[in-house]
Nanobody, 126 residues
Framework: QVQVVESGGGLVQAGGSLRLSCTASGLSFDDYIMGWFRQAPGKEREEVSC????????SYIDSVKGRFTISRDNAKNMMYLQMNSLKPEDTAMYYCATDFPFATAAADCSGRANYWGQGTQVTVSS
C-alpha cells in the first residue's frame, strides 16, 4: 500500500522561510517523478514544483521561481520544498504527489497523479 505523507507546514511571517518534507512508502521511490501542489481557499489546486526521478530536472511555476527549491533524497525516500522569502499569497494547503502515468518529460507533473498526501498547511502573515 502506497502512503504519501507531508510535514513541515506552519505559520510564518512574510519574508520568512519554511521547509516542507514529503515521504512516500510502498513504492520504488526513485522510479517516480514527484511534485508539490497547493490549494488556497476558493482557488483551484495548482502545481508548484516538479522533480524528476533522479532529481536532475526540476520545474517551478513563475510565482515561486527564485524563492522555492525542490529537492529529493532517494536514499531516504524523501522530497523537500525549501520556501524562502514567503509571501502572504503563498498561503495554502500544500500537497505532495507522485506517480504521474501521463508524464511526457523528465519533470512533468501536469497530468493526473495516482498518489497524494493529506496536505500540510502553510500560512504566511503580512
Amino acid at each position: 500500500q502506497v502512503q504519501v505523507v507531508e510535514s513541515g507546514g506552519g505559520l510564518v511571517q512574510a519574508g520568512g522561510s519554511l521547509r516542507l518534507s514529503c515521504t512516500a512508502s510502498g513504492l520504488s521511490f526513485d522510479d517516480y517523478i514527484m511534485g508539490w501542489f497547493r490549494q488556497a481557499p476558493g482557488k483551484e489546486r495548482e502545481e508548484v514544483s516538479c522533480i524528476s526521478m533522479r532529481g536532475f530536472t526540476t520545474s517551478y511555476i513563475d510565482s515561486v521561481k527564485g524563492r522555492f527549491t525542490i529537492s529529493r533524497d532517494n536514499a531516504k525516500n524523501m522530497m523537500y520544498l525549501q520556501m524562502n522569502s514567503l509571501k502572504p499569497e503563498d498561503t495554502a494547503m500544500y500537497y505532495c504527489a507522485t506517480d504521474f502515468p501521463f508524464a511526457t518529460a523528465a519533470a512533468d507533473c501536469s497530468g493526473r497523479a495516482n498518489y497524494w498526501g493529506q496536505g500540510t498547511q502553510v500560512t504566511v502573515s503580512s
